[in-house]
């Protein structure tokens, strides 16, 4: 069975609305058999977000495959001469450590889009999972489902995604900016360095003066980007004001407080807001109606 690596999604999936997917996903290992097939003829997921690490984690899984072998099969789709892993990379590491010449796989014939769903959801269930790898991962379902064309009433490709993976229209959103970040940033940002509410002041810079912050972070291990000092940082370079080391140093060193006092006619509130909670309540669900609407106008737009 010899399937390309680079295909469209399938016309079964196609012009059945976003969710069809999934369904195609659920459904592709049923009735498999289990192969054993070599370990050199396996390769990672093309732009695999999850990262494998020889940790504590990866000397468990060793132990646990030298004393009992592999349990669940690796998930494999054929490319040309090899497998590509849909499913099972640390297992595969682990064995390829061990020696181990082959594992058990379950090889099955599906699209990029669909291969890029269940690879993601098979890696849900890692402890642990970086913000980075979220953010990643978020992007490609995303990706893969707006491949599958416009919506037939089952929402934005936010929505959607927001009710299968129990997150909302907005998280959701908001993670698939954070993946457009440069790496060394996203590392930045698990590494509690750069707030991820900076995302979209940062993605308003171009990549070198993203750069520049990364190198003045590496070089200062002291200071951390807020989401303040993000907004400092893209107002000053859209003045078109350079980004010194001393402008970095006191951007980061500005304290911006946790609230602000603003005085509300009583005339704006509707009937029934009286007390002070039911104005803070009322401000509160009016900013966030705001930000999404911003973030869907955003998605509408093509912007994430």
Known sequence: MVSSAFTLPSTATRGQGLSAIFRTAET?????????LPTANLHGFTNHPFKVMDDAPMAALMESIEQGGIHTPLI?????????????????????????????????????????VMMVDANLNRPRLLLSEQAKSMRQRYQALSHQG??????????????????????????????????????????????????????????EQRLIIVGFLSANPGFKLSNNAAHLIRI????????TSEFLSQAMSETKPDTIRVDVPIVWLPDGVETLAQVKDLIYQACNRIKDEQDAHDEQEGLI
């Open 28 to 36: 592709a290992t049923q009735g498999k058999e289990v192969v054993l």
């Open 76 to 116: 494999v789709r054929a490319n040309n001469h090899s497998y590509e892993i849909i499913s099972g990379h640390r297992r595969a590491h682990a064995a390829q450590l061990l020696g181990i010449e082959t594992v058990p796989c379950l090889i099955v014939d599906v699209d990029d889009d669909t291969a890029t």
């Open 150 to 207: 416009k919506n037939t009433g089952e929402g934005t490709t936010a929505e959607i995604l927001g009710r299968q993976y129990k997150k909302s229209a907005s998280t959701v959103r908001r993670l698939v900016r954070l993946a457009a970040l440069e790496d060394t940033m996203l590392e930045l940002i698990d590494d509690k360095r750069v707030s991820a509410g900076a995302v979209k002041d940062l993605l308003q810079l171009t990549c």
């Open 236 to 243: 000053h370079t859209n003045r078109g004001e350079e980004l």
